[in-house]
């Protein structure tokens, strides 16, 4: 489980219960570091930002981590911080280009 005050996303948060892969991600322990204040879509990812997705890009299970988000996430506008190696504009826009606005819990529609 993530650690006291650490904040989570909606979806980080069941991750610690579910079944993953067998490997470790990068990020194990540093929860923080994937929360940096969000850039916008337009701009170049913030500093803060280009270092979660530099260990993201070291992540044996970072493929794994971006489809548990965008499966699990219902709307794209709770999608939060760097996972799988995309920022969070970068999720929600993938989100709402491959499930439309709104997606049923699981994230079927459109699939």
């Not at 500093?47 to 965008?70: F, G, M, N």
Request: aromatic letters at 4%; charged letters at 30%; one cysteine or more.
């Amino acid at each position: 489980m993530g650690a006291v005050g650490v904040k989570l996303s909606t979806n980080a948060a069941s991750l610690v219960w579910s079944d993953g892969p067998d490997e470790v991600a990068a990020c194990k322990g540093l929860s923080d570091l994937f929360f940096p204040k969000a850039s916008n879509a337009a701009d170049a990812p913030s500093r803060a930002e280009r270092t979660a997705l530099e260990l993201c890009a070291t992540c044996p299970v970072r493929e794994w981590c971006l489809e548990r988000d965008l499966e699990e996430c219902t709307v794209a506008s709770r999608i939060v911080g760097v996972r799988g190696g995309l920022r969070e504009a970068d999720r929600r826009a993938l989100h709402v280009q491959r499930y439309g606005v709104r997606a049923r819990h699981g994230a079927e529609a459109g699939r």
